[in-house]
């Protein structure tokens, strides 16, 4: 078993980056989600569209055999191979206008090892702060696992039934990305992470049994989804129980469990694969 004792130095690690909030990402965002906004210079930007922002700009030569950027620089650098998305927690605190310089600084909060049905992991959460002309518009928290590589007999994790009591709240969605719609999140986001576009490694390098849908695009669409229902999101805690995959059904849901407020996507199966648990801004 791998040590990994050595990577809390990593924690407290900062960085800092500078940039605006450019229209023509913002025109693509809303080509992606198939909606009308408004995405002129000084408009607001829809709260939910801010992954947009801060893509992974790292040299060519700074890249690693999966597409991500190499570890060690301010990821720690974590002896396993598979990365994935686990969720996040995000406040919604500010609007950001299209056009105006926003800057964002990140913290290694937490490095936590685990031993799971897969075997080893390990989570490391960073800490996001995105800032705007009328201060801090959103605080993020997201969780990111490392895995052992997969074996051509691994199992994608399975997720597990929603807990009941339960009520539909709205009219259930279903969609199924395909690998254009893959290819155009990860190429607004420029995430470079081979499982998304290039099937030969998802299938071979990964086993996984087709191109993975993005964790992110996944939310934002869930995100999405409740803003066409009206809800005004003021905080979002999500986690990722299990993988999609392109070319196969997903279903979204808006549900209540008791006083709480959900957004859900299951498979094809009926199995929940992402959660949210929304707090909404007071009218």
């Avoid at 009206?230 to 990722?240: H, K």
């Amino acid at each position: 078993m791998t040590d990994l004792s050595a990577l809390q130095a990593w924690i407290g690690r900062r960085e800092t980056r500078q940039a605006d909030v450019p229209a023509v990402l913002a025109a693509r965002m809303a080509a992606l989600l198939d909606c009308d906004t408004d995405t002129r210079t000084g408009q607001i930007l829809p709260a939910h569209w801010y992954p947009m922002l801060f893509g992974e700009t790292v040299p060519q030569r700074q890249i690693g055999a999966d597409g991500h950027p190499v570890k060690g620089d301010f990821l720690p650098p974590v002896p396993l191979p598979r990365r994935m998305f686990a969720g996040r927690r995000v406040q919604f605190l500010r609007p950001l206008r299209i056009g105006d310089a926003v800057g964002k600084s990140s913290e290694v909060i937490a490095i936590t090892p685990k031993t799971g049905r897969s075997g080893q992991m390990c989570f490391v959460t960073v800490r996001h702060e995105i800032s705007g002309s009328e201060g801090v518009a959103v605080i993020e928290e997201q969780d990111i696992v490392y895995r052992e590589a997969p074996d051509a007999a691994s199992q994608p994790a399975a997720g597990r039934p929603a807990p009941p009591p339960e009520r539909a709240l709205a009219p259930v969605i279903t969609l199924s990305p395909d690998p254009v719609m893959l290819f155009r999140y990860s190429a607004i986001t420029f995430n470079a992470h081979r499982i998304h576009y290039d099937r030969d490694y998802a299938t071979g390098t990964e086993h996984y049994p087709g191109l993975v849908v993005n964790g992110g695009l996944t939310l934002l669409l869930l995100w999405d989804y409740a803003a066409r229902l009206g809800w005004r999101l003021g905080a979002s805690a999500s986690r990722n129980c299990k993988p999609l995959f392109a070319g196969r059904a997903i279903s979204l849901h808006a549900v209540s469990r008791g006083e709480q407020r959900w957004l859900l996507a299951r498979d094809d199966s009926g199995e929940i694969a992402v959660e949210v648990q929304v707090t909404e801004v007071p009218a």
